[in-house]
């Protein structure tokens, strides 16, 4: 597989279209974010191999380039000292290295154009990546709401205002019924007293009235 197939196949517009057709978007992003962060890594390590071969050919470049120059002031001395063989063998080696120094900086260039372009495409997918991190939280928060409501229709299904007026109107009857019982179930209690508790309160009250007779007629007064 390329290292940048997934930023060419799974663009964000086709990411978004296939998670609003998923039956768990979450999973499927998480999936797509996994999947991602594994091209990336793979990239990562593209544009770094690349990056380092665009360095090499830039210092085999650089390396020439001063042999050039070195060996051209080599030249100018050798002349000043009419070293007529000395200076011959100069031009020639630089004339070598400018041969080389321009094929080095030919691939110098070629090889930094594909490094800045392999550079271009990890930071866009570093941005989708970044983008489609954002938008699993957008999902979970979205997900969530609507499991919640979902739920929340299953309960009221069946459930209305009816009902539960219905339902407290029972409850209200029901307590009536049950107060009204326990009031004739008092008055019951009150009235079956036992013969023998008419007899008793009979005798208290007997025994109140004679020592109260009694009480009145040790101080009443004397006829005059």
């Known amino acids: 597989m390329s290292i940048f197939k ?6 964000m517009s086709n990411i978004n279209a296939l998670i ?17 962060q594994e091209d990336l890594e793979d990239a990562e390590k593209a544009v770094a191999a690349q990056i380092a071969i665009e360095k090499k050919f830039k210092q085999l470049y650089e390396e020439q380039e001063a042999l050039v120059r070195k060996r051209e002031e080599q030249a100018h001395i050798a002349a000043q000292a009419q070293n007529i063989d000395l200076a011959r063998r100069a031009l020639e080696e630089k004339k070598a290295a400018e041969a080389k120094m321009n094929e080095y900086k030919a691939s110098y260039d070629q ?3 594909s490094a800045d372009n392999l550079r271009a495409k990890l930071d866009e997918m570093r941005k989708q990546l970044t983008e489609m991190k954002n938008k699993r939280e957008t999902l979970i928060a ?5 499991k919640a409501q979902t739920e929340i229709n299953k309960a009221l299904t069946g459930f209305s205002s009816d009902t539960a007026s219905a339902g407290l109107k029972r409850m209200e009857e029901k307590m009536l019924q049950m107060e009204a019982q326990a009031e004739a179930s008092n008055e019951m209690a009150t009235k079956e007293k036992s013969l023998d508790d008419e ?3 009979l005798g208290k009250d007997k025994a109140v009235e004679d020592e109260l007779a009694a009480l009145m007629k040790k101080y009443e007064k004397p006829a005059e």
Do not use: H
Not at 20 to 36: G, H
Not at 142 to 146: G, L, V
């Open 6 to 11: 997934r930023l060419r196949d799974l663009t």
């Open 20 to 36: 609003d057709k998923a039956e768990d978007p979450v999973k499927m992003t998480d999936q797509y974010i996994r999947d991602m």
């Open 111 to 113: 090889n930094k154009a």
């Open 142 to 146: 979205r997900y969530n709401a609507a």
């Open 199 to 201: 007899f008793a309160s």
